[in-house]
């Protein structure tokens, strides 16, 4: 039974530029939340996504979306390139329903050059 | 903000119990304490999580103390392998699937 995946594992973009990053929720899994983690600080929420929509989000600003395919499977895209958007980002799913826990994959590093 | 509060840095000796503290005063009574933790450079990952009663699976021990505003991760036997941040969290067990982290507790476990 795969675990969450994501990919690419790691990848370098220019100042302006825009990235898609991948994610595959654990088998059985219906709900796909991204999160931002900065060096040295703890993860941060950007946004969830359910039956192809996104139903929660944090503070990020409208240059992060994203996408949920009908197989669960994620998409979270940022545009317009900050040096400051450089960190790890992290796919975790669950089963939606109060109280199911939530995995992560093991993130994609982006560095913003 | 995260409603948790841990300290920044413990060790222990390979083969001891490690004892992680979690401070959560202000927890409601619909809040469950979530514990994950991660080694460097990887992702998250769950350990353990209760609601008022002491818990335990094949990673740790989950104390949770009678008043419910703190609770203690127990690892029985700590590994080289157990360095790694220690996140406490507080998380309502309703639709909201959002977890806060805060800064975490690093363990380095010494041999």
């Known amino acids: 039974d795969a675990g969450v995946t994501q990919s690419p594992t790691h990848l370098i973009k220019t100042r302006g530029q825009q990235v898609t990053l991948r994610c595959s929720p654990k088998?059985?899994?219906?709900?796909v939340s991204w999160y931002q983690q900065a060096l040295g600080q703890g993860p941060q929420f950007i946004f969830q996504?359910?039956?192809?929509?996104?139903?929660q989000r944090g503070n990020f600003p409208d240059r992060f979306s994203g996408h949920q395919f009908p197989n669960y499977s994620s998409e979270l895209n940022v545009n317009a390139l900050l040096l400051g958007d450089s960190a790890l980002y992290l796919c975790?799913?669950?089963?939606?329903?109060?109280?199911?826990?939530?995995?992560f994959g093991e993130g994609s590093w982006l560095t913003v050059v | 903000d995260a409603k948790t509060t841990q300290p920044t840095s413990m060790d222990c000796a390979e083969g001891r119990a490690a004892n992680l503290p979690c401070n959560h005063s202000?927890?409601?009574?619909?809040?469950?304490v979530y514990w994950y933790r991660q080694i460097h450079s990887q992702g998250p990952q769950y350990i353990i999580h209760?609601?008022?009663n002491n818990e335990t699976n094949e990673m740790a021990s989950l104390i949770i103390t009678e008043d419910r505003k703190s609770s203690t991760l127990i690892l029985p036997h700590a590994t080289l392998r157990d360095t790694a941040v220690y996140y406490c969290?507080?998380?309502?067990?309703?639709?909201?699937?959002?977890?806060?982290f805060g800064s975490g507790t690093r363990l380095l476990v010494r041999p």
């Open positions: 975790a799913s669950s089963l939606t329903g109060p109280g199911n826990t939530i995995y």
């Open positions: 088998s059985g899994h219906d709900t």
């Open positions: 996504y359910y039956e192809e929509e996104e139903r």
């Open positions: 202000t927890i409601s009574g619909n809040e469950y």
């Open positions: 209760g609601l008022k």
């Open positions: 969290i507080v998380r309502v067990m309703d639709s909201s699937y959002k977890l806060i």
